[in-house]
């Protein structure tokens, strides 16, 4: 059964520094991969997806996240964040034709003034 | 087009009651699923349903029935109701597994 490893629960940065989310998940079988966002006392909205193609996908906010085949991975990066960004992101594996998602436990991204 | 909708949003429930969190979409998706989310542990699936009349269980399926009479709605049952299931309640649509959208999420709280 597929897993899903968030390696950090909660990463604090400043404004307009860099950040990476890491995100490793077990099976290296064809693979969906996502990243959805979670605001304060809101519903979870996706923020990237990688189907196939290009293993760096890009989000409309300036995230991106690289699909690593041979490391089972799927960080996700932003050059420069802002206060906005505050929130939690979960990275999420389905199996290529099942709608299964599988989570994992979240990074709380945290952006300091 | 209103998307997914829960309802309630909150709700208290007493230890040993039972209640239905309801989940309607609009989209006419066949996938829809119930997750729960608990602080550290992330979204770990309930029970899920691939079409009107198909059911499945996820991860953790004990103490909650599903049914799915309808394309439209999939309603998540707690036959008798336990603190170990004090929680934020997210339903979820799809098709094709390329992505799923999420509900606005029912917070319940069993004492």
């Known amino acids: 059964a597929q897993s899903v490893t968030q390696l950090d629960s909660q990463v604090p940065v400043f404004e307009e520094a860099p950040v990476e989310l890491r995100c490793n998940y077990s099976s290296s079988v064809s693979v969906y991969l996502f990243w959805y966002v979670q605001y304060p006392n809101q519903g979870l909205q996706l923020l990237l997806k990688?189907?196939?193609?290009?293993?760096l996908v890009e989000s409309i906010n300036g995230f991106e996240a690289e699909f690593n085949k041979s490391q089972t991975s799927f960080h996700l990066r932003k050059p420069s964040v802002h206060i906005s960004d505050t929130a939690e992101y979960f990275c999420a594996v389905s199996d290529r034709g099942s709608e299964k998602l599988v989570f994992g436990k979240g990074t709380k991204l945290t952006v300091n003034p | 087009n209103a998307g997914v909708t829960q309802t309630p949003k909150f709700q208290v429930l007493k230890t040993g009651q039972s209640m239905t969190l309801q989940c309607a979409q609009d989209?006419?998706?066949?996938?829809m699923s119930w997750y729960r989310q608990d602080p550290g542990m992330g979204l770990r699936l309930i029970h899920y349903?691939?079409?009107?009349?198909?059911?499945d269980q996820g991860e953790v399926p004990n103490g909650y029935n599903v049914s799915r009479s309808t394309t439209e709605d999939f309603p998540l049952r707690l036959l008798s109701a336990a603190p170990s299931q004090t929680s934020v309640y997210f339903c979820a649509t799809g098709t094709g597994g390329f992505e799923q959208y999420f509900g606005p999420g029912t917070r319940l709280t069993v004492t």
């Open positions: 989209m006419n998706h066949e996938y």
């Open positions: 990688y189907l196939s193609g290009s293993t």
């Open positions: 349903s691939v079409g009107a009349g198909i059911t």
